[in-house]
């Protein structure tokens, strides 16, 4: 369930934006209900791409909508398949900082995955910190648990410096073995809307942790 974290990160860059867009302090209410994430890193071994639709519905802000797409493309298929995930997920605020998560998932291995968790995030335009467990109904049910965290010091009015570091480790609950973990980071510098960097991905696959590494370039961009 990779894309719980990557909705803590989206979710959390549109209440960033709205505390610091044009340099202003602005009022959640105030900010727009929808936006999208998009974000390209080009490196050694392969392509990763992922784009994000998240929204509020309603007035009252506690339901929330979102959609990803992620997708990793190896130059070469000695480094990996073709990975290709789509997920559509509702979201309720339960209580300040915690919400519940439920949907689907198409993953180019599971096919059609409903899931369901939480999600802990606490944020401030120079901090991010994200805690998110959650589990996959699939025919063999997993569990996973994912942590963001991001420092963002501004270094001028219009610029500032962008860090994430991103974790994830999922084991599958039937036979207690490892599925799927990583570790993601990425730094750089945002102007406006607009990050643009160095990343650096480790992936590690099933039960003997078969790790694939790529170091690349990233931009990604808020719309």
Do not use: C
């Not at 979710?11 to 900010?31: F, I, Y």
């Not at 929808?34 to 992922?50: A, F, H, Q, W």
């Not at 997708?71 to 605020?93: F, H, I, Q, R, W």
Request: charged letters at 15%; zero cysteines; proline letters at 3%.
């Amino acid at each position: 369930m990779f894309t719980t974290a990557i909705f803590s990160q989206q979710q959390t860059d549109t209440l960033v934006l709205a505390l610091q867009e044009n340099g202003k302090t602005t009022s959640v209410k105030e900010h727009k209900k929808s936006s999208i994430s998009l974000e390209t890193m080009v490196g050694d071994n392969k392509v990763n791409y992922l784009s994000i639709l998240n929204s509020r519905l309603g007035n009252n802000n506690k339901l929330g909508y979102f959609s990803v797409i992620t997708v990793a493309t190896p130059y070469d298929y000695e480094n990996g398949l073709n990975e290709l995930v789509l997920s559509s997920a509702l979201t309720y605020k339960l209580i300040n900082k915690l919400f519940a998560t439920a949907g689907l998932q198409y993953h180019f291995l599971k096919g059609i995955v409903p899931y369901a968790g939480f999600q802990f995030l606490t944020a401030n335009p120079k901090w991010l910190f994200v805690v998110s467990p959650s589990i996959a109904f699939a025919e063999n049910t997993s569990l996973q648990n994912i942590g963001i965290v991001e420092f963002k010091p501004r270094i001028t009015n219009s610029l500032m410096l962008y860090t994430r570091v991103q974790g994830i480790f999922n084991i599958n609950l039937d036979n207690t073995l490892h599925e799927r973990s990583l570790l993601y980071l990425r730094t750089g510098l945002s102007f406006q809307k607009t990050s643009l960097g160095f990343g650096f991905n480790i992936d590690f696959y099933g039960p003997n942790k078969t790790r694939q590494k790529n170091f690349g370039i990233f931009i990604r961009h808020l719309l």
